[in-house]
């Protein structure tokens, strides 16, 4: 045997081979072993702990790789074995360039930024998927659904979900989507599903048109794509992203029994609260009612503070007559006093103004020996210009007037 391992070393090794995993498993020691397959056959191989520990992804059945490593013979049974040195999955180097220059374009305009993330409702009154009609995915979802949340209506938009022509259909039936949430109020939660697979299977999930449609969603877009450790740029610019189709219905739907478990505990708060609210106002009721006590008491205690009020009333209206009265006799003597003071302030403010004005009565300048002159017209003349040589002027005097012609005019 060891003659042929080492027949095989020398000829053949170092080898790549390409292959499908089957039967993947990891000892307690850290070694994983599995077969690679294609259509031709399959070989066993075999990857020791120091060569798995730098894998940088889950190797997991159905997965296309490319193994590194040597040809071996297993002694003991006499097996041809893969040593495999290096795991990486098939294809993984172009399109992996290709998801990180999108994603970084994509980033780049803020596609992906947490403030564009809205939060799921939650109890939506109907929630859309879409995905395949055929997928795994959604039976997964449809059974979480119906487990959980059986009176919330879904809405399926079927579109392919691998495939050149998958980008194009899942736009499509986002589109749909669309339209009718905006039209009737349809799928307030949509839910983007797909089960696991290559980076291959998932790559309608990169396509930049899909993702700028997303980018457009009226309502929020949970995207459940692949496992838990598979990531596509449609679940960077979704609202929420989930490990598996199943979590993403599990995130929109609350289970029922936790719903009724609320409306249970709301109902118990309601009732004490009703109970709790009506013997308050029993025991108000019972404080008024020994408050008031009889009715007939009740009245005779009216009755008596009604003839209290009326006793004082009346007493109250005595004295203030009483008391206008004493004021108008007051008044009615002190009238005529007033009266007879008012006449004579009057009288004496008459004197006065009569001695002001006979101040001023220009008779009384006259009779001090002074004439006032007028011309032909009756107009005064007060300054010598006014007066001509020769003019008729006229003089009034005390007791008369005088014609008079001027002589001579001096200034």
Same mark, same amino acid.
Request: hydrophobic share 40%; glycine share 8%; net charge neutral.
């Given at each position: 045997?060891?003659?042929?391992? &080492?027949?095989?070393? %020398? ?54 790789? /490319?193994?590194? *490593? ?57 929630? *859309? ?7 795994? !995915? ?24 691998? +495939? ?31 089960? +696991? ?11 930049? *048109? ?28 979704? &609202? ?7 979590? %993403? ?68 209206? !005595? ?24 006449? /004579? ?21 006259? /009779?001090? *020996? ?29 007791? +008369? ?11």
């Amino acid at each position: 045997m060891r003659a042929i391992a &080492d027949t095989l070393s %020398a000829r053949f090794n170092p080898v790549a081979v390409r292959g499908e995993i089957s039967g993947f498993s990891r000892a307690a020691s850290g070694h994983c072993y599995f077969s690679l397959k294609d259509e031709a056959g399959q070989i066993r191989c075999a990857m020791f702990r120091r060569s798995a520990d730098q894998l940088n992804f889950a190797p997991r059945d159905g997965q296309v790789v /490319e193994a590194h *490593g040597k040809l071996d013979v297993y002694g003991p049974r006499g097996d041809l074995q893969l040593i495999v040195e290096a795991l990486k999955p098939a294809g993984q180097g172009n399109l992996f360039e290709q998801f990180l220059r999108l994603k970084a374009k994509l980033e780049a305009e803020g596609l992906f930024d947490n403030a564009r993330k809205r939060g799921v409702p939650s109890q939506p009154r109907s929630i *859309g998927v879409v995905t395949s009609l055929g997928a795994a !995915a959604l039976r997964d979802v449809v059974t979480a659904l119906r487990r959980r949340v059986p009176h919330i209506p879904v809405v399926i938009y079927p579109a392919a979900v691998q +495939g050149s022509q998958a980008p194009a259909e899942l736009c499509a039936a986002l589109r749909k989507a669309y339209q009718r949430h905006a039209a009737k109020g349809e799928a307030e939660v949509l839910l983007l599903v797909r089960g +696991g697979g290559s980076l291959e299977d998932l790559w309608s999930f990169n396509d930049e *048109g899909l993702v700028r449609c997303l980018a457009e969603a009226p309502m929020p877009v949970v995207c459940g794509v692949g496992h838990e450790t598979d990531f596509t740029l449609a679940d960077f610019v979704a &609202d929420l992203r989930a490990p598996t189709p199943t979590a %993403a219905a599990e995130m929109c739907a609350p289970a029922r029994e936790v719903r009724l478990g609320e409306l249970a505990y709301f109902q118990e708060r309601l009732t004490d609260a009703v109970w709790s609210s009506m013997d308050q106002r029993a025991q108000r009721l019972d404080r008024l009612a020994h408050r008031m006590g009889r009715p007939s008491t009740r009245l005779h205690d009216s009755r008596q503070s009604l003839l209290s009020l009326q006793h004082r009333l009346q007493r109250g209206l !005595a004295l203030t007559v009483q008391a206008q009265h004493n004021a108008l006799q007051r008044l009615d003597g002190q009238l005529p006093r007033a009266a007879q003071q008012w006449v /004579e302030l009057q009288h004496h403010r008459l004197e006065h103004a009569q001695a002001r004005l006979s101040s001023l009565d220009p008779q009384r300048v006259l /009779e001090r *020996g002074y004439a006032l002159l007028t011309d032909s017209s009756g107009e005064a003349i007060t300054q010598a210009g006014q007066a001509l040589a020769g003019q008729q002027v006229q003089a009034r005097l005390a007791d +008369g007037s005088l014609d008079l012609r001027v002589e001579t005019v001096s200034e």
